[in-house]
C-alpha cells in the first residue's frame, strides 16, 4: 500500500461511498474479500461497507476455505491475485472442486489482458483493477448479483437445443451427454447463442454477455472483439474435442455469430 494511500485513509482519491449510500438494511451484500494487505483490505472494506456490503476479510484462502467448511454464508467474493501460500488464481479452482460456485471478482493490480484473460477462463465473472475507485468497483458487485438474481425461475431448468443441453442453475453445459466443461463466461455466451438459434448474435452482445452490458476493454474502439474470438475459438475446441465434426458456430465476418443455420 502506498504512503499517499495510508495518510488519506481511503483506498482510492475522490471516493466519497458514505455520501452516496442509498441501501436499506434488508438489501445489504454478503462479501468475502481475500486479500493479503491489512491495511488495504481494511480500508476497502470499510468503503465497500458504506456502500451496502457486510464485508468479511481473509489474509489468506486456506482461512477462506476454512469458512466455508464452518458454514460461512456469502453472496459474492473479491479475491486478490497475489496471495500467500495459494494464489487467487489457483485458489478460484479450489474452491469451485469444494461445491463453491459463487460468483467471484477479481480485484488486483495485475491489469495485463493476459491476466483478465486467465482469470475469465478459470470462471471469474469479473476482473476489476485496483485503480478504478470502490464506488466502480461497488457498482460492478452489485451488477454481477442484480443479474443472478433477475434469473427467470423456469431458466434454471435444462435447456435443449438439438444435442445441446444447458443447465443454467450450474452452469454446465453437454454434448450428446457429455460435459463440456465450460467456464462460467464460456456457458454464457453458448446460452446466449443457443437461444438465439438460427439468428447471428453480435460482437458486441456476446461481450457483453461475458462481463455485463457498456463493460469497456481492450485496445482501440473495437478492441474487444479480439477477446470474443478468442473465446469463441476455445469454446470450439472444447466442442470439437467431444466431436471433431462440431459446426454449430457459425460467423459473420465483423458482426457477430449464430448457432445452427438460419
Known amino acids: 500500500m502506498s504512503t499517499a494511500m495510508k495518510e488519506s485513509g481511503s483506498a482510492w482519491p475522490n471516493s466519497n461511498p458514505a455520501s452516496e449510500m442509498r441501501d436499506s ?3 445489504r451484500i454478503r462479501l468475502a474479500f481475500v486479500e493479503d494487505d491489512d491495511d488495504y ?3 476497502v472494506g470499510n468503503e465497500l461497507t458504506d456502500h451496502g456490503f457486510d464485508v468479511e476479510g481473509f489474509g489468506d484462502g486456506e482461512s477462506l476455505l476454512a469458512a466455508f467448511e464452518d458454514g460461512a454464508s456469502v453472496d459474492i467474493i473479491l479475491l486478490d491475485w497475489n496471495l500467500p501460500s495459494v494464489s487467487g488464481i489457483d485458489l478460484l479452482p479450489r474452491l469451485r472442486r469444494n461445491g463453491i460456485n459463487l460468483p467471484v471478482v477479481f480485484l488486483t493490480g495485475r491489469s495485463q489482458p493476459v491476466y483478465e484473460k486467465l482469470a475469465l477462463d478459470r470462471g471469474a465473472v469479473d476482473f476489476v483493477d485496483k485503480g478504478r475507485g470502490v464506488p466502480i468497483l ?3 458487485l452489485k451488477l454481477i448479483l442484480s443479474a443472478k438474481s433477475n434469473i427467470n425461475p423456469s431458466d434454471a431448468e435444462s435447456f435443449h437445443c ?3 443441453m444447458l443447465k443454467p442453475g450450474t452452469s454446465r453445459a453437454f454434448w450428446d451427454n457429455v460435459d463440456l466443461n465450460l467456464t462460467t463466461t464460456e456457458f454464457k455466451i453458448v446460452h ?5 438459434v438460427g439468428r447471428f448474435v453480435t460482437y458486441r452482445s456476446v461481450y457483453d454477455c461475458m462481463h455485463y452490458v457498456g ?4 485496445s482501440g474502439e473495437n478492441g474487444y472483439r479480439t477477446n470474443v474470438r478468442s473465446c ?3 469454446i470450439r475446441n472444447k466442442f470439437r474435442a467431444v466431436d471433431p465434426e462440431f459446426a454449430e458456430i457459425d460467423n459473420y465476418q465483423a458482426f457477430g455469430y449464430r448457432w445452427g443455420k438460419a
Open 138 to 140: 461497488a457498482h460492478r
Open 25 to 27: 438494511p434488508e438489501a
Open 41 to 43: 483490505r481494511e480500508v
Open 162 to 164: 438439438g444435442r445441446l
Open 192 to 196: 446466449l447463442l443457443a437461444a438465439n
Open 232 to 234: 469463441i475459438k476455445r
Open 215 to 218: 463493460f469497456i476493454a481492450g
